[in-house]
């Protein structure tokens, strides 16, 4: 006789393996499906998005965790099943205010937004995909009321992508942030000594670009038996179970870091949801606890790792080796200092560390007023530039490379920009903490070495998956809560020693 | 207020939006998915597969279809309404007869046994393989079981690849075809002028390989804006709905013929799985009626078109200009001559004309003995090779390019094969049929062009998608019945000639 717990484990696993196959086709759909396709995968995803729901939602379920949660009172709160009725509970809590039909409904829209983005981002047609947005957003915002009455919106947006995070503290954190950035970009225009990149913008064969690119994902221990790389329009990183974790990169031949970083990004992503212990593979508890966490993992090994001095004393001799011609006159330092130039630029994916939050800053303004409707999707163009001229200096000569650049709106992903943000303090936060823990990581990094930080990052994050939130693993890893202090001293040392701001 | 018509076409349009997934995720499975991914595929796909059946099983399509067929019995019994109430009323009484958790289990297990299959095969490892195949061909003879009584247990087991086939109709077909193929293949042997083919195994660039192959898929009409080619073990065909019907090919680089013929094979099923009536997307009508009729169509644009004289005086001198110095001591008439070398060999999938009904009347022996528990799975790789020796005279060196060439069995698919040997026939009715419609056919091909053949097979087969029954088709198309007759008379034809025969 199964208990109440293996039932639900079993009702689990099948509302899991429906979105696993959710996002299977959603893999596909960026990296493969022909145009023609659009019409029939969003039926498809409607479809199984509902099923994935319904069945989640059933009173069975319900009636299963209600009994469960009776067996799992006499068990460790910590223990994996414990902490996936809390869990689920949670989960259910929140599912159940959302009708079956909406997120078949819901599925469909963003699907065929996708499609729409896809043909619109290369035209520069901003036009032809704005019904397609104005009907995201306007669903997004019936999604949120679902869960009226709340401070704000916007709240109910952040918790799908950020359990418990509120707009008001997203708002205090960029209000902390926003001065020390703005002042540290602007000191390195007026005061900084002069970085060159230009070395970066020769020409690259793709080809050796992609091998360079496997070979550092590789490095950091990605396993490729159970995932593998593909080229996409935007890059991301998509988790079918623990076996099978992919990942997308995108290449330009006269961009070499484009796709360097977003492949050191992406197994960042790739490596958290390799890690979970295998005893939560098909259940709730599989993967990351939430974006920010996630974040923090991608930028750390991008940014803390792959845009360091002792990450390329040891890699760049390989990447001259592959580009001679290109960098044969390139010192380490040179290069150092050009893969980490601050200038302000258009696209938030090609930003440097010091002027990323602000792309996403200017996101989350949107976003706010979007949820209020205080802004209008046909003016989204003309606000999007005013931000950009506000925050970073510029404006777009297009929407392409404007409001057009990233994928998540189309796909419904309103109120996950900030945890892009959040993820490089978490970083931050968390790699005080690890170079105190391991003191000889840079000679490591230097010699191509990155066991020991992946082991510690499997120990106190990876291993857990989804088993505590955001805010508890934080606490249990640094000992306390959010704060911006971590990455503004990172950020002030880095580039006042780079740009000899002193 | 909707139609029990409309409510029926919405539950169906479900249940294939379910269909559909799992055939991406099988589609990513063969081309993409990392070998960490089996375990949790194959329980996405038994979570689908069971959510489908159990949909379509469901006592609200039971009852929506009553009442349909109650609005359907006015309409003229042509139209797509009462072809779809027809054809769901014998589908869904038969789908009636399986459990939903047999479906899944079913789709679990063929999903690890392709897995296993998918690493069997080019370890030479049968013996790892057999317990899966065990497990399959068990379960297979399990739901032959449901249709019992029946005259042979094989009949459950064809018809759901061939409606209403039967076990004997094949037989006395297969020993109507025997005697005259086996007599031909041994005037060839004994009598024949010799061909020589060497140039054939020379080494053949692959990305050419791959560029002639989806010139000849253009040139044919396939539409690369609803579908791809893809890479794949075991080529094959894949629909997803009207706008997305997947090719994939093999490739090897000393075997010029495999990729050609086998990317002419695959689109000719896509042909026809892309020339449906719009209308019957999403519906249970969609693509093709049998595989028997989906055969005669690949086999027709890989050998009644591909392996014409017609063809290659128009497509040779394309194919010297990409490999001049494999080809350019070759001349049509030499090259004709090779692609249509007569020799026994071991790969079905490379047999030529003469042979290859041999290779599908020895698998159907076996499936035979195999579906009457005659015969063990244990004595499957002796029993291949014994029957390889009678039909064709030969050993294979090892079970890799014997009893574990075709992915076939692995996925559950016993009762599938005949469905080849009565495509060829299938085709060379047809082709009587269309030579005789379309007198300038043979010069238009010589020109490379393919478009009077396409409409042909457009309005006649296409079109139709599954509304009319394999039997009623052919009578509908043809005039009569499935026959031996213009197959036999084909290959006679066809083969004298190269060969001197007389």
Redesign the interface.
Known sequence: MPSHLERLRHLL??VF??R??SA??EW?QQV??????????A??L???GR?AHETFISDEVGAELDAAQGEAASLDPDSDDARLVRKVRRDYTKARKVPAEFVGEFARVSALAQGAWTRARPADDFASFAPHLEQVFEMRRQYADFFAPYDHRYDAMLDDFEPGLKAAQVKAVFDELRPRQVALVRAIQERGRPVDDAFLHLDYDLQKQWDFGVEIARAYGY??????Q?KSAHPFTTS?????VRITTRFYPKLLTSSIFSTMHETGHALYDQGSKPSL??TPLLGGTSLAIHESQSRMWENFVGRSRAFWSGFFPRLQALFPSQLNKVDVEAFYRAINKVQPSLIRVEADEATYNLHIMLRFDLELALAEKSLDVRHLPEQWNAKMKEYLGLTPPDDKDGVLQDVHWSTGYMGYFPTYALGNLIAAQLWERIQADLPALHQEIARGQFGSLLAWLREHIHQHGGKFEPVELLQRVVGGGLSAQPYLRYLESKFGEIYGLS
Request: hydrophobic share 35%; proline share 8%; net charge negative.
């Open positions: 696993g099948e393996d429906l696993a196959a299977v086709l596909d493969n499906m022909p145009p023609g396709g659009a019409p029939n995968r039926a498809q409607s479809t199984i099923l396993d490729f038996n159970r995932g593998r593909d079918f179970g623990l076996g099978d593979d098909r």
